[in-house]
């Protein structure tokens, strides 16, 4: 009886993974507009060093990235669930008209698991029976699809939108508060922790260490800041 309940505690925390992707939109948003912003508004800097310019290039970019992002994500999701409802209401069309090729594709998908002999028979018997059950079958073993992983289209847009807002204004804050040079320096070192702590809590929802995984994203968003300076600086001394 304890080791049921245990089993019956498990799943519902396994169950749970639609929190584990909302952290993962809200990485993905943050991280996406803190590096692109970043990069952008140093090489602004660089290329202005103009404190007014600045705040209107980063807005500008942090509203346009934060729109896009929300909207890549919002149609993507939907396109996933009018996927699964798409493929849902043909298997529930063959499962009417073709019962029989639908069994034996019942039949295979676990006679590839190891079922043999009755023991298949009354699998197959058992599953087909119910067809509620024989629909959930069919589309989770043979198209891999269940209808738990989808998302709902605007909370993915809302969450990366958002996020992406947050993780922008996070390099783009200090010059509100300082002079061009100062600034950046204060954008830059800020950005590099707040990429680490987005790496190290990614890692949480992976395999990866902390530490190697907040490191990492540290490195790429700096690279890609410093990539955005130097053509900032160069841009500056062509145009000024």
Known sequence: MNAKKKAKEHMVKEAGGHTGSLLRQVILGGQDGLVNVLGLILGVAAATNDTRIVIIAGLAATMAESI????VAYTSSKAEKEYYYKQLGQEKKEIEEVPDIEREEIRL???KKGFRGKQ???IVKKITSDRKVWLDIMMSEELGLTESKLKNPVMEGVVVGVSAVIGSLIPLAPFFFFPVAAAAVWGLAVSVVSLF???AIKSKLTA?????SGMEMAVVGTVAAILGYLIGVFLGGVYY
Do not use: C, K, P
Request: glycine share 12%; aromatic share 22%.
């Open 109 to 111: 998908i676990y006679y």
């Open 120 to 122: 298949l028979d009354q």
């Open 197 to 199: 702590i987005f790496g």
């Open 208 to 212: 990866g260490h902390w530490a190697r």
């Open 68 to 71: 896009s992002m929300a909207a």
